[in-house]
């Protein structure tokens, strides 16, 4: 773990080495008052995150569904009023000629 003296003495073994801008430079660098992220926190951070992520696409995988679902019974609607638009126009295309039929058979 660092200390201040640590990194002081650090800085000074830079300082003499590099020269004092090419030492500050370096230590700007370095990160301050925590630890660094290791191969093993940053593979626990992936799978925290891949968990969120299934459970969030788990969530847009069932609206979906839900969505799916009602445009079926939509399209299942639309195909009955379907049904019925035709019958009721086919009845009334021959009930009108029916009635032509009958007036023509009066004249």
Known sequence: MSTPA????????????LGREPAE????????GGRVATKDDL??????LRGDFDAQFE??????????????D?????RSYARTFL???TATVFGVAGIVL??????
Do not use: C, N, W
Not at 25 to 32: A, N
Not at 59 to 72: C, G, N, P, S, T
């Open 87 to 89: 019958v009721v126009q």
């Open 25 to 32: 430079t370096l230590m700007e660098q370095l990160p301050t």
């Open 59 to 72: 969530k847009i995988d069932a609206r979906f569904e839900k969505i799916d679902d009602r445009l079926y």
């Open 6 to 17: 640590k990194t002081a003495s650090l800085y000074a073994a830079l300082e003499q080495a």
């Open 74 to 78: 939509f399209h299942e609607t639309l």
């Open 43 to 48: 593979k626990a951070l992936e799978v925290a």
């Open 102 to 107: 009958g007036i023509t058979q009066l004249l």
